[in-house]
């Protein structure tokens, strides 16, 4: 069964403007933890942000923030003013850890594209 | 300064032929990770090592053998390497809950 879903294959986005990328997860472990990450077409993974399943806040950094929703298992990304260089596949995954194993997975991504 | 360095990034090896892959690391960290990318897909977990306790994926093919000699180092093996096997091979590591490094990649091509 598919543990990390995002929806949204694609999406336009005017510049400037905020963005809300989806994800949602399942899992059945008290203690997760939740990542952003950017792929530009270069193929490096960019760490953007972390969300543990114990925080009571939202995870913040920079112009990014994660929409955590715990009883909903949804961690949605948001980008605030959307810049061109944005524009680039983001993953959302997630961390199971148990004793002495570690596996982050991987949702299927959402292309981004701003347009200027 | 690169914490997880891959090498070589573009890797072009021929239908059948070994090929090893490394990955090595300055962050100390205890675990490392190696996924097979496709063009627009998701990093698919090949393996994972936990320390030196190492974790299979069980639909990793056979074809595919990994080693981590020291805390450093972690290669990837690609025993006869097919078509099918043409990706960006990442790694990564984790040393810590709130973080998971990854290195550049490296792209193999299969001729």
């Known amino acids: 069964a598919q543990k990390i879903t995002q929806t949204q294959p694609g999406m336009f986005v005017q510049e400037k403007e905020a963005v809300t990328l989806d994800c949602t997860y399942d899992?059945?472990?008290?203690?997760?933890?939740l990542f952003w990450y950017k792929q530009p077409s270069s193929g490096e993974m960019i760490f953007l942000i972390y969300?543990?399943?114990?925080?009571?806040q939202n995870a913040t950094e920079g112009r990014y923030s994660l929409n955590f929703q715990k009883a909903r298992k949804s961690a949605n990304l948001v980008i605030s003013a959307s810049q061109l260089g944005d524009s680039a596949m983001y993953f959302c995954?997630?961390?199971?850890?148990?004793?002495?194993?570690?596996?982050?997975?991987f949702g299927k991504g959402t292309r981004l594209h701003i347009l200027p | 300064d690169a914490m997880v360095i891959q090498n070589p990034r573009y890797q072009v090896t021929q239908f059948g032929k070994p090929v090893t892959l490394s990955c090595s690391q300055t962050?100390?960290?205890?675990?490392m990770y190696w996924y097979q990318q496709k063009s627009s897909q998701a990093p698919k977990l090949l393996f994972h090592?936990?320390?030196?306790?190492?974790?299979n994926e069980a639909d990793t093919p056979d074809n595919f053998q990994s080693r981590r000699p020291n805390t450093s180092f972690c290669f990837l093996d690609i025993r006869s390497p097919g078509l099918g096997d043409a990706a960006m091979y990442l790694c990564?590591?984790?040393?810590?809950?709130?973080?998971?490094?990854f290195g550049q990649g490296t792209r193999l091509t299969v001729v």
């Open positions: 962050l100390n960290h205890n675990v």
């Open positions: 990564a590591t984790s040393g810590g809950y709130t973080e998971a490094f």
């Open positions: 995954a997630m961390r199971e850890v148990s004793n002495r194993d570690d596996k982050i997975i």
């Open positions: 899992t059945s472990d008290p203690s997760y933890g």
């Open positions: 090592y936990y320390d030196k306790d190492f974790n």
């Open positions: 969300q543990g399943s114990y925080d009571q």
